[in-house]
């Protein structure tokens, strides 16, 4: 046996030994698991069931093959999207040259050690490429069932099983492919950034281009989503896209004749090994372009173990060109203003790609809600759309236990500031609650617009209460951040902080929202709604940072 | 010479270790002194350039150089769920020094003052600790050339001189190190010769007083020759 592949050996064996005995010692690591574990297995075992069990009444099944052969296309298309959209990421990834990286102490440990470096390189692929098996098998196997039990005749076990390796080899080969992309650039002049950025405004523009040709085809009468599917099925797209082709055929196996499953595999396993041995012969290569990336994802890792966003956010930006702006911040006043002008530069600094995408998502509605009119189901959830709208100022809100966690990881800084906690704990809400409400207002008045089928006062009214709810709740998460300040990346003190205040929070929400919603049944007006809500989470908000201010006078980390 | 893309990390450096010398690696931030360990290390490759260690070229022998050499890495991270004899066992696997692991191992655990933490998880150990582990992983086998990067980053004064004098024993004995490091008073008690490295480039080199000599001064410490040297090197860029 080779030093390497003892080496390799002794640190599975050791790590898995040391990783159960940990677990069995640690309650608070060891419950979760228990309770979960089972439920995994049960889920596994039953979809596994499915599509090993015969069918048990051959004439609903062919009835059912009749009824599904249709929508072939649609499903076809559908998968070929999700393909796509992966073998995008995967090739971005690459770009960025983040897609191969291994422990930094393998770096600091096993690279300057005198042990093979293509068994290293192997080893990992094979790790990779396990963790790809399982992770498909689960992904497809969820997928599959369902398919499985509406055309259980002529969707045979052999089908599930060429399915699930068609699209792991996929996966496998487009990662082989980012990972031979990555070490290309490595070892060249070029750096991948600016094609990343490219990559980044092509899948964006696309995007767009397709939304506004959807509505253009339904301003000319026609039906918009017919037409995407039959771009997504032509000829073109199949043989530009041959490996997501295949594997998209794969899957609709059962409806479609003409799919021939072992062809298929046969060109997508010469493709995944083709490409692994393509990476192997680059060992060098693999290796110097995965140092940037190990060491830009152990800073993220323990950044995420001081579960400390804004370090988290540096670590994903280390190396990157972000260029600060050559005029500082920007003047809003003075005292907690500069708390609020640091969280608005940290903010658009941080994800400018973020903001562009969430203004895009904030007037999507002006596209979207038009070519929902006319399908019963999605109709049928307009009404429902200013309880929607609420439930997401709650479950967004939450977010602020992070900011206020991430800010006091800088309490030295925060509680040498000549101000009063109560301003201070303002200016941390403001920048959050401004941004939400901001997207909130512009894609809310967007849905109102576009369509008649939602209440118009309803939505006016929870948008014109949306700032004040949102900083009410977050007042009652800035307490649950200062009682509970420490994020462990466990689960239990996770637990304990996210529920402590929950009820609070609930309580809060349902005094806003009912005032809006109780001046709205008895006068009809918005303005009233807007009155009663406002001055209700004024008077939330007033309360909830006087506790926290009490709190945060008395608070040491 | 290693170059990333537009950006020239080391250039025209040569070094030579003789047996028994050590050699200290100074120069600011961004220098390009980890880079050149991490070069020498084999960990990456010079984009142009040869190396050899005790006759054996880096990137044609490449096996039979790494087992002459003992790379500590900067701020290392050893495998967390390890036991530290075991992270000890590990290595020694990896040099193919098992036979002398038992008797050297513990003699350099009981040196470093770790002996009593040999069966906890690596994880449960402080930073300084932590340093201390790499540092006596690289002690393991019988290197001919110590390439320590900051090595004695985050350990206690007790920690940092008996490691010193394992390096000193380990000149003494034959063996070679280049030690990189910001303690200009280490550098200057401890080391043979200093390199004093700055944009890549090698700007002084000596004993004390060739390098103060090579910043024009009478007398001072190492610190006084280090600032003068690097600033003037700034102030001609």
């Known amino acids: 046996m080779s030093r390497t592949s003892r080496v390799i050996r002794f640190l599975f064996w050791r790590r898995t030994v040391n990783t159960l005995r940990r677990l069995r010692q640690s309650p608070a690591q060891l419950l979760p698991i228990l309770i979960l574990t089972p439920g995994v297995i049960l889920g596994v075992m039953i979809a596994v069931g499915v599509l090993l069990i015969p069918p048990y009444d051959a004439a609903w099944a062919e009835d059912s093959k009749r009824f599904f052969t249709p929508f072939t296309d649609n499903v076809r298309s559908i998968i070929m999207v999700l393909l796509l959209a992966v073998a995008l990421s995967l090739i971005h990834r690459a770009l960025e040259e983040d897609l191969l990286a291994f422990r930094q102490s393998e770096l600091d440990f096993l690279f300057p050690a005198p042990i093979s470096l293509p068994q290293i390189l192997l080893a990992r692929m094979a790790t990779d490429y396990l963790f790809c098996a399982l992770t498909t098998f689960t992904l497809v196997l969820y997928v599959l069932a369902p398919m499985r039990i509406v055309m259980p005749s002529t969707a045979g076990r052999g089908w599930a099983l060429a399915t699930w390796l068609g699209v792991m080899l996929f996966y496998i080969s487009a990662t082989n492919l980012g990972r031979l992309v990555q070490a290309a650039l490595s070892a060249g002049k070029w750096s991948g950034l600016a094609a990343a950025k490219w990559l980044r405004f092509f899948a964006l523009g696309l995007s767009i281009a397709l939304l506004v040709g959807l509505l253009w085809d339904r301003a000319q009468g026609r039906e918009p989503f017919e037409s995407a599917i039959d771009l997504l099925t032509s000829r073109l797209i199949y043989w530009a896209f041959l490996p997501c082709g295949l594997v998209a055929d794969m899957f609709v196996a059962p409806l479609s004749e003409s799919v021939n499953l072992g062809g298929s595999l046969a060109i997508l396993l010469a493709t995944a090994v083709t490409s692994g041995a393509a990476v192997l012969a680059l060992t060098r290569p693999a290796f110097e372009s995965a140092l940037a990336a190990t060491q830009r994802r152990h800073a993220i890792w323990q950044a995420f173990r001081k579960a400390d966003a804004s370090s988290i956010r540096a670590a994903q930006l280390a190396g990157r060109t972000v260029r600060g702006n050559p005029y500082g911040l920007p003047r809003l006043g003075s005292g907690s203003w500069a708390l609020v002008a640091k969280s608005l530069v940290y903010g658009i600094r941080s994800s400018p790609w973020g903001l562009i995408i969430v203004a895009l998502l904030a007037v999507a509605p002006l596209g979207v809600v038009p070519l929902m009119e006319g399908h019963e189901r999605l109709e049928g959830v307009m009404p429902y759309m200013p309880v929607l709208m609420l439930a997401l100022v709650f479950a967004w809100s939450q977010r602020v236990r992070l900011n206020v966690r991430e800010e006091f990881s800088h309490l030295s800084v925060l509680k040498s500031l000549p101000l009063s906690p109560f301003s201070m704990l303002l200016a941390l809400l403001v920048v959050p609650a401004g941004g939400f409400s901001l997207f909130l207002i512009v894609s809310g008045s967007a849905v109102a617009e576009s369509t008649s089928l939602v209440n118009g006062p309803q939505v006016y009214s929870v948008l014109s209460i949306a700032p004040a709810l949102y900083t009410a709740l977050g007042s009652v998460h800035v307490c649950s951040g200062l009682l509970y300040p420490s994020y462990d990346p466990g689960l239990s003190k996770g637990y304990v902080a996210d529920l402590a205040l929950t009820p609070v929070a609930i309580l809060v929400f349902l005094l806003v929202a009912g005032s809006a919603a109780g001046a709205l049944a008895l006068t009809g007006a918005v303005w009233a709604a807007a009155v009663a809500g406002n001055l209700t989470g004024i008077a939330a908000t007033c309360v909830g940072l006087g506790v926290a201010g009490f709190l945060y006078d008395r608070f040491e980390p | ?237």
């Open chain 2, 1 to 237: 010479m290693k170059r990333y893309r537009e950006t020239t990390a080391v250039d025209g450096l040569s070094i030579t270790l003789q047996p028994g010398e050590v050699v200290g690696l100074v120069g600011p931030n961004g220098a390009g002194k980890t880079t050149a360990l991490r070069c020498i290390s084999g960990v990456v490759r010079p984009t142009d350039g040869r190396i050899r260690v005790v006759g054996y070229d880096v990137r044609a022998h490449e096996r039979e150089a790494k087992q002459r050499l003992a790379f500590l890495a900067e701020l290392p991270n050893p495998y967390e769920l390890l036991t530290v004899w075991e992270h000890m066992q590990f290595v020694a696997i990896a040099y193919g020094t098992e036979d002398i692991l038992k008797d050297r191992g513990e003699e350099i655990l009981h040196r470093l003052r770790l002996l009593d933490r040999r069966n906890d998880l690596v994880l449960t150990l402080s930073k300084g600790m932590k340093q201390k582990l790499a540092a006596a992983c690289a002690f393991i086998h019988d290197a001919k050339v110590y390439l320590l990067d900051e090595p004695l980053m985050g350990m206690d004064p007790k920690g940092q001189r008996e490691f010193l004098e394992m390096v000193r024993e380990t000149a003494s004995g034959g063996g070679a190190a280049l030690v990189s490091t910001h303690i200009l008073d280490t550098a200057e008690r401890v080391c043979d010769r200093i390199l004093v490295l700055s944009r890549g480039r090698i700007i002084a080199e000596g004993g004390l007083d060739e390098i103060r000599h090579r910043a024009a001064l009478d007398g001072g410490r190492l610190e006084d020759a280090f600032l003068t040297l690097t600033e003037s090197e700034e102030t001609a860029e």
